[in-house]
């Protein structure tokens, strides 16, 4: 029983393609919520020269992103003081890539986040989109089955449509600027989005799945 409980093999491993593809090549400093074991974070490292950070929850996760990554921090976000850890705009890319749903108050993490990126500073996100097809035809057939990852992973405490998403980034101050469908399994079904501060006009370019708004 207790084996059904686990997450798949390479949760915790896996370097997200497409979320590294939406990583602005230019970050220098870069916060990722949820690093795992720095897969993701060794990716970009190999792409481009910069600087890259991990806070991550899993302790045995973490040890693992410490021999990828330049810092990692372990413990829950949802507690930790960010003023004792990070400078003012001491980032300008903040990677959260399906965690934000993880969180009991994700859009207080954001905000508390907000004064250590820079003005001109990119978040990178991948959430899962409940407004999929497969979910909502199980929910009217009287189904909400919680799996070992996806959309209904049993360890999600939040649940996004993408016209939700793009609410609460707008509520931080952020414009979506690119958003596109999610296939990358363990994370089918999901919106990989980039936003930034709307400091000038943004452009807006998107791919979905039918009903994903």
């Keep these: 029983m207790i084996s059904s409980l686990m997450p798949p093999e390479g949760y915790y491993?896996?370097?997200?393609?497409?979320?590294?593809?939406i990583i602005p090549t230019t970050a220098v400093r870069i916060l990722e919520l949820g690093c795992a074991g720095g897969a993701l974070g060794a990716s970009v490292k190999q792409r481009q020269g910069c600087h890259f950070t991990g806070l991550e929850y899993v302790a045995e996760a973490a040890h693992r992103a410490e021999t990828r990554i330049d810092r990692v921090i372990v413990g829950d976000c949802e507690t930790?003081?960010?003023?004792?850890l990070f400078g003012l705009q001491e980032f300008d890319c903040l990677v959260a890539a399906d965690v934000l749903e993880h969180l009991r108050d994700p859009e207080a993490v954001l905000r508390e986040l907000k004064p250590f990126l820079r003005s001109n500073a990119t978040i990178v996100t991948s959430i899962p989109n409940v407004r999929?097809?497969?979910v909502l035809q199980s929910a009217v057939e009287g189904n909400w089955t919680y799996q070992n990852a996806g959309i209904l992973d049993r360890t999600h405490l939040r649940f996004f449509t993408l016209r939700e998403i793009r609410n609460m980034f707008q509520r931080l101050g952020f414009d979506v600027e690119y958003a596109a469908a999610s296939t990358t399994p363990p994370w089918p079904s999901g919106n990989a989005l980039a936003v930034r501060r709307p400091s000038k006009p943004v452009r807006s370019r998107s791919t979905m799945f039918p009903l994903k708004r």
Excluded: G, I, K, T
């Design 13 to 21: 491993d896996h370097p997200r393609p497409e979320v590294v593809a």
């Design 80 to 84: 930790m003081d960010f003023a004792s």
């Design 132 to 134: 999929n097809l497969s």
